[in-house]
C-alpha cells in the first residue's frame, strides 16, 4: 500500500527542488505535486519500504500497512532518534508493539 | 559510515564545594568513589579554591606531562574564575573547550526536602551525563577571518554623514552611497530645526567640511546599491553611479555654465500642478531655488561641488555649457557606471520620505493650490511669499494613524508643525494660525514648544479634523468645516493657506535597498529592528540601520541611533573577524541538502558551497542552533553542543534515578537566554522543584532536534519538557516558534504510536519566571503520573 501524504502537514521541504521523501525514495515515486506537496506518483510500483515515512521531516507521510499483514486500521510507525528507530505496531484490535533498535553508527 | 575509534580521553573530575552544600547534603565520598572508577576518569578529587595559584600551576604542570587532557569541574564557576583559569591553562596545553562545567546544586541535589538516595542517584546521574559529554569533547580553536577597515553607509542624509564623521575620526574608512547627486537628504531641505530654531544647514555644513578634510572618505553620488555579497568584515557590495555628466574632479562649481545654460526647469513640479500659486521664490536658500537650470549645483546641498546636467531636458544639439565650462569638465558622453566597493559591514541610514499627500484628497491635496504639505511648508517659511496671508491653518497627522494610509505615529509632525507656527508667528506676528489635530504629542522637553506656542496670540487649537476643504471660486481663501469635538460646536472658517502635515513614510529606496542586501522589512516598509535591547541590529549581522529606515524619529535621534549603529559595525572593521568555535559544522555524510536548514536559519546565514552543501557564513551566523534543532537527518551540531554530545548524554537517562517505574522522569531542554536562568535561580533560592526533572541546557529552544526528544522518549523518560521564550521574545527571531511547530509534529506522530502526545510539552518562561517553572514542573509530573509509566520504560 501506498504512502498517504496528510497535504496539511506537508511543507514539500520548503518547495525545494527535491523534497527528503523524493530523494531518499528507492524506487523513485515520491515526487512533487502542482500545489507543492508531495505525493506518490505510481502507487502500485511502492515496496512499502518506508524509507519516506522514517526521513519525513515534519511526519506527514503515513504508509498504509498491505492488507496480508494487517487490514485497515492497523498501522506500522516509526519514529527515529539520532542512533535509534522505534517501531509501533497497533493491530486491528488495538494491540500495541513496540520495538527499539540502534540503528545507525555514528 | 565508519566509526572512528575516539582517542583515549583521561578525565579528571574536580568538585569545588566552597559552601560544603554537597558534603552535607549527600554522601559525597562514595559518589567521588563511583565517579572515580568510571571510563576514561584518571582522578576524581575535591579542590578548595580552583583560583589559587599552586593549584593552577600544578593543573598546568600535569597537563604537560599528559597526565589528563580535559576536565569536569562539579559545582558553580563563576565567569571570573573560569577566566582566570583559561589563560594558564591554555598556555600548558588545556584546550579551554576541553573543560564543562556539572552544577548539582543547580539541579536541586541539595534540595533537602528531596529523598536522600533519590538525591544520590540523580548527582550519580548528572556526573555520568556530565562524563558521557566529556568523553565527546574537542579542542578547538577560534578562527581568525581576513576583513575589511571600512564601512558602506547607504544614504547620506544627516545620519549618514554624522556617522561617517565619527567613523573616520576613528580611522576607519568610509563609502558613503547617496541617490541623489548631492548630501543633506531631507533635513537639508528644512528652514529650521526644532528645539533650539535654528538652521539645518548650519550643522550639515560643519560635517561636510570635516569629511572633505579625510582622504579615506569615497562619496558615491547619484549611486545605488545592487547587490551584497560576502560576508561580515568582508561584503563586497555592487554600485551603479548614474551619469552626471560633469567630471566631479575637473568641476570646480564656478557656475559659469549655470549662467550660459538656457534652459530652466521648475523644481518640485509634482506639488504644483499647472502654474505656481506663488510666485517662484529664490529666497529659501541659492542651492535650492525654486526654479533651476538644467546644470545645476549638487541637490539638495552642493556637495560635491561638481554640478550636475539633468539631461531629460538638454535641446537637441545644444552645447552651452560644454562651451562655457573653462576646465572641460562637462563630459556629455558620460554612461552609468557599475562599481564594487569592499567593505566590513554595512549601514543603512535611507531615512524617509513624505508620504504622498495626493492620497489624501478629502483634504484637498492636489485639488486647490492653496493645499501645501508641512515639507512645502518649510520651503515657503524661508521666503516673502507669505505676506499678506492672514490666516494658515494646519492639519495635524494627514496620513498618519490612519487605517488607510499610515498606521503608525510619525513622530515628528507635531513638534515640526508647532515649529513652523512659532516661525510664521515670529516672522508675522498679527497671522491667525488653527491647528486642527487628534492628540498633541510633544514628548519630552518638547513639551515647551507646545506651551511657547499655545502661549502665542491668535493660536488656537481645535481638536477635530476637518470635515471640508473647499475654495472660493475655485482658487480663493480655503473654507474649512469642522467640528470641534471639546465643544460639540461647528466651526468654519477662510484659511489663506492649509498645511498638511503629512507622515513619514519609508524611503521609497527602501525597498530596492532591502531587496539588494536580502534585509526583512515591516509591513509598513521600514528595516526590521530589535526595536528593545538590540535596536540598531537588523537581521543580517553586519547590516545595521539607523535613523528613519528604522522607524520615524526626528534629526537628533537619527544621528543617536545611527551612532550607535556604527559603535556595533566597528566590530568587523578590523583587519581579522574573530568567530568563537563554537558555529555548526555539517556532517556531508549525513546531510541529504535538502536545504531547511538555509531556509530556517533566521540570520539567512548559509550558502552553499562547490559541491552544494549548506555552509554557514562563520561571521553572519550567531550560533543560536536552530540549523541543528531542524535538520531532519541530525547531520548538524554546533561544535562543542554536538548532536552526538547530547545523544550520549541522553543515553545515561535509560536508568531512571527515581526509584520507582510509576515515578515520572521528566527531561527539560531550558533556553540558556531565558528558561534555564529561571530553573537555576528556583534552585538557588530553595523553590520546591520536584526531583524528576533534569535539566538540560540548550543555545536556544530552536536549537532542540525531533530526533533527541524521540532518543529520551524511546529510551523510556516519561516527559520531555522544552523551555523557551515566550512568542516574540525569542532572541533568534523565532526559535521558539519552530520548535513548537516541530515538537507538534511529533506529537501527532505520538499519537500514532499509541503514546500520549502530552508527553512533550512545550513551556514559554521569561527570566523571572522561577515561580512559573516550578508550577509547570509540579503540573508536568501530575500529568504524567496520572498518564503512568512510558510504555518504553524498562
Redesign the interface.
Same mark, same amino acid.
Do not use: H, Y
Given at each position: 500500500m501506498p504512502p498517504k501524504v496528510d497535504f496539511e502537514k506537508c511543507d514539500g521541504c520548503k518547495a525545494q527542488d527535491e523534497p527528503l521523501c523524493e530523494q531518499v525514495c528507492p524506487g523513485d515515486l515520491m515526487t512533487l505535486g502542482e500545489n507543492g506537496k508531495a505525493y506518490c506518483r505510481s502507487t502500485r510500483d511502492c515496496w512499502d519500504c518506508m524509507s519516506c515515512t522514517k526521513i519525513c521531516p515534519v511526519a506527514a507521510i503515513e504508509t498504509r500497512i498491505p492488507y496480508q499483514l494487517g487490514y485497515h486500521g492497523a498501522k506500522l510507525t516509526p519514529m527515529m532518534g539520532t542512533n535509534t528507530i522505534t517501531w509501533t505496531s497497533v493491530d486491528i484490535h488495538g494491540n500495541v508493539e513496540r520495538f527499539r533498535y540502534k540503528n545507525r553508527i555514528g | 559510515? %565508519?566509526? *572512528?575509534k575516539q582517542p583515549t580521553s583521561q578525565i579528571r573530575v574536580y568538585v569545588w564545594d566552597p559552601d560544603g552544600c554537597l558534603e552535607k547534603s549527600l554522601d559525597l565520598q562514595s559518589l567521588m568513589g563511583q565517579c572515580a572508577k568510571s571510563t576514561n576518569v584518571v582522578s576524581c578529587e575535591k579542590v578548595d579554591d580552583p583560583s589559587a595559584t599552586e593549584f593552577i600551576e600544578t593543573l598546568g604542570r600535569d597537563v604537560g606531562n599528559n597526565l589528563f587532557d580535559r576536565i569536569i569541574w562539579v559545582g558553580n564557576l563563576d565567569d571570573s574564575t573560569l577566566r582566570r583559569l583559561r589563560e594558564p591553562l591554555s598556555s600548558s596545553g588545556l584546550n579551554p573547550y576541553m573543560q564543562i562545567q556539572c552544577d548539582l546544586k543547580a539541579q536541586g541535589i541539595c534540595d533537602e526536602a528531596v529523598d536522600p538516595p533519590v538525591r544520590f542517584r540523580k548527582a550519580l546521574t548528572l556526573l555520568k551525563m556530565a562524563l558521557a559529554r566529556a568523553r565527546l569533547l574537542e579542542p578547538l580553536e577560534p578562527i581568525y577571518l581576513p576583513a575589511t577597515d571600512s564601512v558602506a553607509i547607504i544614504g547620506g542624509g544627516v545620519a549618514g554623514l554624522h556617522t561617517a564623521v565619527s567613523l573616520l575620526e576613528l580611522g576607519y574608512g568610509v563609502h558613503l552611497i547617496e541617490r541623489q547627486s548631492g548630501v543633506g537628504g531631507k533635513t537639508a531641505l528644512l528652514e529650521r530645526l526644532y528645539p533650539r530654531i535654528c538652521d539645518p544647514h548650519c550643522g550639515l555644513a560643519v560635517v561636510i567640511r570635516q569629511l572633505a578634510q579625510y582622504e579615506r572618505f569615497s562619496l558615491h553620488t547619484l549611486a545605488t546599491v545592487r547587490g551584497l555579497e560576502g560576508s561580515p568584515g568582508n561584503f563586497t557590495a555592487k554600485v551603479l553611479k548614474q551619469p552626471r555628466f560633469v567630471a566631479e574632479d575637473r568641476c570646480n562649481g564656478c557656475g559659469l555654465c549655470q549662467a550660459a545654460c538656457p534652459v530652466s526647469i521648475s523644481a518640485n513640479t509634482d506639488w504644483f500642478q499647472d502654474e505656481p500659486p506663488f510666485p517662484a521664490s529664490t529666497g529659501l536658500n541659492a542651492l535650492v531655488p525654486a526654479t533651476i537650470k538644467a546644470i545645476h549645483p549638487s541637490k539638495p546641498m552642493a556637495f560635491p561641488y561638481a554640478f550636475t546636467i539633468e539631461r531629460e531636458f538638454c535641446p537637441e544639439g545644444c552645447d552651452a555649457c560644454r562651451s562655457a565650462c573653462p576646465n572641460g569638465a562637462v563630459v556629455p558622453d558620460q554612461v552609468p557606471e557599475e562599481k564594487t566597493i569592499q567593505t566590513g559591514a554595512v549601514l543603512v541610514t535611507t531615512g524617509w520620505d513624505p508620504y504622498p499627500l495626493s492620497r489624501l484628497n478629502e483634504f484637498g491635496y492636489g485639488i486647490h493650490r492653496r493645499v501645501i504639505g508641512n515639507l512645502e511648508m518649510e520651503r515657503l517659511l524661508g521666503s516673502d511669499i507669505a505676506a499678506g496671508f492672514k490666516h494658515v491653518a494646519f492639519i495635524q497627522c494627514a496620513g498618519s494613524r490612519d487605517e488607510r494610509h499610515l498606521k503608525y505615529c510619525s513622530a515628528v509632525c507635531c513638534s515640526a508643525t508647532l515649529k513652523q507656527v512659532r516661525s510664521l508667528k515670529e516672522r508675522m506676528p498679527d497671522i491667525a494660525c488653527t491647528i486642527f489635530y487628534q492628540d498633541i504629542r510633544t514628548p519630552g522637553f518638547e513639551e515647551d514648544l507646545y506651551k511657547q506656542v499655545r502661549n502665542l496670540d491668535n493660536v488656537r487649537f481645535v481638536r477635530g479634523l476637518p470635515a471640508g476643504v473647499e475654495a472660493q471660486d475655485g482658487k480663493g481663501p480655503l473654507i474649512l468645516t469642522a467640528e470641534d469635538t471639546f465643544s460639540g460646536k461647528p466651526i468654519r472658517l477662510e484659511a489663506d493657506l492649509l498645511v498638511l502635515a503629512g507622515g513619514l513614510a519609508p524611503s521609497t529606496q527602501a525597498a530596492q535597498v532591502a531587496n539588494a542586501l536580502n534585509l526583512p522589512t515591516t509591513r509598513d516598509g521600514f528595516f526590521e529592528s530589535h526595536h528593545q535591547c538590540y535596536p540598531e541590529e537588523s537581521q543580517r549581522t553586519g547590516i545595521y540601520v539607523g535613523g528613519c529606515a528604522r522607524e520615524p524619529m526626528n534629526v537628533a535621534q537619527s544621528i543617536e541611533s545611527s551612532q550607535r549603529a556604527a559603535l556595533k559595525a566597528i566590530r568587523f572593521l578590523k583587519e581579522t573577524v574573530r568567530v568563537d568555535p563554537t558555529y555548526p559544522v555539517i556532517d556531508r555524510?549525513k546531510c +541529504?541538502?535538502?536545504?531547511?536548514c538555509v /531556509? /530556517?536559519c533566521p540570520f539567512s546565514s548559509f550558502t552553499f558551497d562547490e559541491k552544494k552543501f549548506p555552509q554557514p557564513e562563520l561571521t553572519r551566523c550567531r550560533q543560536c542552533g536552530n540549523c541543528m534543532g *531542524?535538520c $531532519? #537527518?541530525?547531520a548538524i551540531s554546533l561544535r562543542h553542543r554536538t548532536?552526538?554530545q547530547? &545523544?550520549a548524554q541522553i543515553e545515561v537517562l535509560e536508568t531512571s534515578f527515581m526509584g520507582s517505574r510509576e515515578e515520572p522522569l521528566i527531561l527539560a531542554f531550558l533556553c540558556e537566554n531565558d528558561a534555564y536562568l529561571a530553573a537555576a535561580e528556583a534552585h538557588r533560592i530553595g523553590l520546591p522543584v520536584p526531583p524528576n526533572v533534569i535539566q538540560m541546557r540548550v543555545s536556544c529552544a530552536g536549537a532542540v532536534?525531533? &530526533? #533527541?526528544i524521540?532518543?529520551a #522518549?524511546?529510551l523510556g523518560v516519561d516527559g520531555v519538557m522544552i523551555g523557551g521564550c515566550k512568542d516574540g521574545h525569542c532572541h533568534y527571531i523565532n526559535g521558539n516558534r519552530l520548535v513548537l511547530k516541530?515538537s507538534g509534529? #511529533?506529537q +501527532?506522530?505520538l499519537k500514532?504510536?499509541? %503514546?500520549e502526545p502530552q508527553r512533550v510539552r512545550f513551556d514559554a518562561l521569561e527570566i523571572r519566571d522561577s515561580v512559573k517553572y516550578v508550577e509547570c514542573v509540579e503540573a508536568f509530573v501530575g500529568d504524567l503520573t496520572a498518564m503512568g509509566p512510558n $510504555?518504553?520504560k524498562l
Open positions: - | 559510515m %565508519i566509526q *572512528v555524510g +541529504d541538502q535538502c536545504k531547511r /531556509e /530556517e *531542524v $531532519p #537527518l541530525g548532536m552526538r547530547f &545523544a532536534n525531533n &530526533a #533527541l524521540a532518543d #522518549l524511546s516541530r509534529d #511529533l +501527532d506522530k500514532t504510536m499509541m %503514546i $510504555p518504553f
